[in-house]
């Protein structure tokens, strides 16, 4: 009997190749591993997005599974970004200052147009305060190191106060607001949907919001290796995110309702706070950096992050 020839492995690879092809059947170590995009969101935009399906559709075709998880915060989110846990989330301005000075491999993605009405300083509305000016001596309440701590530190320098010339009363918006009903705190600093519940719910009245003083931008994130990794990703990402930003400034009562159902808010509430909002996205440049770096820099004044920050390490890659 004539001994059959052996094979080599690369040859047995071949013909098994082979065969399976022609069998319709790709062998398993024969596929490309599946690319997957973990989507952290906070109830919102991203909220909106998934209920769509169309960033699933989108990144079908590149063979990329979508996985969404929610958080109730956007420091929250970062922690999941560093640890490993997510590649794409929507937060704040303040919070990636904390996460990069924490040592977390964060890109900015994408951010917002500045969107300043969504933040504001708010009083009882049978307060005696009636301007900035007589915030001096009084009880603000905010959310240490959050966008509203930027805001009142820069709102107090355009009226000719100092940081130090108010009582800061550190609370989350939760806590904040109990204070702020039974008259423990004689302002708050604070953002939308919250802001809007307060003038809506409590009839606050509005002192001053961020126009002309800070510019109050959300901003898209991912880590450096993903992007590195999946910058086609990341464009079809940013671009269905976008989508949703035009169809809710063109579909505002809509939006409205999708949102109140979203936040668990009266409808008036969220009208209030879609209607305000500045529409747009837009990629990153070294101009809005720069407004990151100012924020970067006077927390750190602050002594609210340990060491001083290039916000250029946070750059999206393709900035140049």
């Known amino acids: ?48 997005l998934k209920g769509r399906g169309t960033l699933e559709k989108r990144l079908a075709p590149l063979g990329v599974k979508v996985t969404w998880t929610e ?10 970004l560093n640890v490993g846990s997510i590649d794409f989330g929507d937060v704040g301005e ?10 977390a491999p964060l890109v900015y993605a994408a951010s917002t147009v500045p969107r300043p009405a969504l933040e504001a300083v708010i009083v009882p509305k049978d307060s005696a305060i009636r301007s900035v ?3 001096k001596g009084k009880r603000v309440a905010f959310n240490k190191g959050s966008n509203v701590h930027y805001f009142l530190v820069k709102l107090l320098e355009k009226h000719g106060l100092q ?37 809506k719910t409590l009839q606050a009245r509005l002192l001053a919001d961020a126009t002309g003083v800070v510019n109050n931008r959300a901003f898209y994130f991912t880590s450096r290796d993903f992007a590195a990794r ?14 949703v930003d035009t169809w809710v400034e063109k579909n505002k009562p809509a939006a409205a309702a999708e949102l109140s159902s979203i936040l668990g808010l009266d409808r008036a509430v969220t ?20 407004e990151q770096q100012a924020i970067a820099d006077t927390f750190f004044d602050l002594k609210l992050i340990p060491r001083k920050l290039d916000l250029l390490q946070a750059a999206p890659l393709d900035l140049g």
Do not use: C
């Not at 999946?230 to 989508?243: F, G, K, Q, S």
């Not at 879609?274 to 837009?282: E, N």
């Open 230 to 243: 999946n910058a086609d990703v990341l464009r079809i990402a940013v671009e269905e995110v976008a989508a």
């Open 271 to 290: 009208e209030l706070f879609v209607g305000r909002v500045g529409y747009g996205t837009r990629p990153v440049t070294r101009e809005i950096l720069a």
């Open 133 to 135: 000016a007589d915030l």
């Open 163 to 199: 940081y130090r010339d108010v009582q800061p009363i550190f609370l989350a918006p939760p806590d904040a607001r109990a204070a702020f009903e039974r008259g423990a705190v004689d302002a708050w600093a604070i953002w939308d949907p919250f802001l809007a519940a307060a003038q």
């Open 94 to 103: 303040a919070p990636p200052i904390f996460a990069q000075a924490a040592g």
């Open 71 to 80: 958080f109730n915060a956007g420091p929250v989110q970062l922690e999941a």
């Open 1 to 48: 009997m004539t001994s059959q020839p052996k094979l080599s492995r690369r040859q047995w690879l071949a013909a098994a190749a082979g065969t399976a092809a022609l069998s319709g059947i790709v062998p398993v170590w024969a596929q490309k591993p599946e690319r997957v995009l973990r989507v952290g969101h906070q109830k919102g935009w991203l909220s909106l």
